[in-house]
C-alpha cells in the first residue's frame, strides 16, 4: 500500500459514493487508475464492503444497548449461529475480562430488548447498558499513522 491507496482509503471511508472521477482529482491520477487500484484493495480484503449509515431514531429504534454476557467456550458453536441470526444485532464481539461477549444491539423498546435479553440468559449471565447519547459515533480508521510512517522511510 502507498500513499495513493492511503489517501484512496480515507476518502472512501469519508463517503463510499463519491465518482471515480472525483477520487482520480484527489489522487492525480486517472479514473482506470484508480478504479484498478480500487479492486486491488477489495481482492487482498482491505476494502471490505461498502454501507449506508442510518440513524436508528428515525426509523423507530429508540433503545441501543452494550450487553455483557459470560459464554463458556463449548457454548460458542450453539451461540453465533444464534446471534447471527438475531437482525437487532450490531455487533458482537467476543473480549477479554469478566465478560466473554459484548453485543450492541438496537431495539424500537424496552420491553423488545428485555425479551431479548432473557434469550440471552439461556447462555449465561447479562448485564445490560443503555445508551444515552453518542458523543462520538462509529467512523472509519485514521489511516494518518501509516501516511506519517510512509513519509519517514522516504
Given at each position: 500500500m502507498?500513499?495513493?491507496?492511503?489517501?484512496?482509503?480515507?476518502?472512501?471511508?469519508?463517503?463510499?459514493?463519491?465518482?471515480?472521477?472525483?477520487?482520480?482529482?484527489k489522487?492525480?491520477?486517472?479514473?482506470p487508475a484508480v478504479s484498478a487500484r480500487i479492486e486491488r484493495l477489495e481482492k487482498q480484503g482491505i476494502i471490505t464492503g461498502?454501507?449506508?449509515?442510518?440513524?436508528?431514531?428515525?426509523?423507530?429504534?429508540?433503545?441501543t444497548a452494550f450487553i455483557n454476557l459470560t459464554?463458556?467456550?463449548?457454548?460458542?458453536?450453539?451461540?453465533?449461529?444464534?446471534?447471527?441470526?438475531c437482525p437487532n444485532v450490531l455487533?458482537?464481539?467476543c473480549v477479554t475480562g469478566t465478560y466473554s461477549m459484548l453485543i450492541k444491539v438496537c431495539f424500537p423498546s424496552?420491553?423488545?430488548?428485555?425479551?431479548?435479553?432473557?434469550?440471552l440468559q439461556t447462555y449465561g449471565k447479562t448485564e445490560t447498558q443503555i445508551v444515552f447519547s453518542t458523543p462520538v459515533p462509529s467512523r472509519g480508521i485514521?489511516?494518518?499513522p501509516i501516511e506519517d510512517e510512509e513519509a519517514s522511510e522516504e
Amino acid at each position: 500500500m502507498d500513499k495513493i491507496d492511503i489517501k484512496i482509503l480515507s476518502l472512501l471511508q469519508e463517503n463510499s459514493r463519491y465518482p471515480l472521477k472525483f477520487l482520480a482529482e484527489k489522487v492525480f491520477l486517472s479514473s482506470p487508475a484508480v478504479s484498478a487500484r480500487i479492486e486491488r484493495l477489495e481482492k487482498q480484503g482491505i476494502i471490505t464492503g461498502y454501507h449506508a449509515t442510518l440513524d436508528p431514531l428515525t426509523l423507530g429504534f429508540h433503545i441501543t444497548a452494550f450487553i455483557n454476557l459470560t459464554l463458556e467456550p463449548h457454548q460458542k458453536t450453539e451461540f453465533y449461529p444464534f446471534v447471527e441470526s438475531c437482525p437487532n444485532v450490531l455487533e458482537c464481539n467476543c473480549v477479554t475480562g469478566t465478560y466473554s461477549m459484548l453485543i450492541k444491539v438496537c431495539f424500537p423498546s424496552t420491553q423488545e430488548l428485555d425479551h431479548f435479553i432473557g434469550q440471552l440468559q439461556t447462555y449465561g449471565k447479562t448485564e445490560t447498558q443503555i445508551v444515552f447519547s453518542t458523543p462520538v459515533p462509529s467512523r472509519g480508521i485514521d489511516l494518518t499513522p501509516i501516511e506519517d510512517e510512509e513519509a519517514s522511510e522516504e
